[in-house]
């Protein structure tokens, strides 16, 4: 099913490529009730991973930013596909490269499987329970993750979403840190593949944001708390909105 899944992802990152070289993009941008950006690269993900995922598993339902969002007709799902068909849509636009395909399957609100594909770089992230990879096609090599335990502290924050609390958090640090600024899940795949080794986040996420990079960096041996200790959790039964609160994301 992994594999499946990978190979999914894979494809609809290069239909996203196609609509990241067009010329007629720029015409076929709209916007949500919430004034965030929507576009072409979005809905034809969308349809592809929903497809696939149906074929390769027609007994679980899936959740995609994309749809309907009234979370009490998924109070039932114990078990479900979650997807950002195209996670970092203003880096998209930017043309920044920073964009990702983000797939997850959930048990009892726990992100199980994951998988991350940055089709600009043709670098794709994915695990299991246990275990977390790296592919890079253009250098040809796919090894497994885990994160890093160095003393030396360098923090990623997201490149479009900044927030007041992000400062009192800096300062309260008592050691030297360096920070990198980078867009959509990139930023669990840094942490899961030792690069990073903390992503504060006060600023609201949605569940399909960080389930894909949550399962990832967990396999690799990090964690996703929430601000008060507790392991960020994706049961649509316990929760009133789909909306995460903020999260400490570390090695």
């Not at 894979?10 to 916007?31: E, L, R, V």
């Not at 078990?79 to 048990?107: A, C, Q, R």
């Not at 964690?223 to 090695?251: C, H, M, P």
Request: hydrophobic share 35%.
């Amino acid at each position: 099913m992994l594999k499946k899944v990978c190979n999914l992802a894979q494809i609809a990152g290069h239909a996203i490529m196609d609509c990241y070289f067009s010329t007629k993009q720029s015409k076929n941008i709209f916007y949500k009730s919430d004034n965030t950006p929507v576009t072409d690269a979005d809905y034809k993900s969308n349809n592809i991973i929903k497809k696939g995922l149906s074929l390769i598993s027609p007994e679980i339902p899936i959740l995609s930013e994309e749809q309907s969002h009234n979370i009490k007709n998924y109070k039932n799902w114990h078990t479900y596909w979650l997807i950002d068909p195209l996670d970092g849509t203003k880096e998209f636009l930017k043309k920044n490269g920073e964009f990702t395909v983000n797939i997850s399957l959930i048990k009892k609100g726990i992100p199980v499987l994951g998988v991350i594909y940055a089709p600009f770089f043709d670098i794709l992230y994915f695990s299991n329970k246990k275990e977390a990879w790296k592919k890079n096609k253009k250098k040809g090599y796919t090894k497994k993750i885990s994160v890093s335990q160095t003393k030396k502290l360098l923090l990623v924050i997201s490149r479009s979403h900044p927030h007041k609390k992000l400062d009192i958090f800096l300062n309260q640090i008592n050691t030297n840190y360096k920070i990198k600024k980078l867009g959509s899940s990139l930023k669990f795949c840094y942490l899961a593949e030792g690069k990073v080794q903390i992503y504060p986040r006060f600023g609201n996420t949605f569940i399909w944001d960080t389930a894909a990079g949550h399962a990832i960096l967990t396999a690799a041996g990090g964690t996703v708390k929430t601000w008060d200790g507790k392991e960020l959790n994706y049961s649509l039964s316990q929760r009133s909105s789909l909306i995460n609160s903020g999260f400490l994301a570390s090695s």
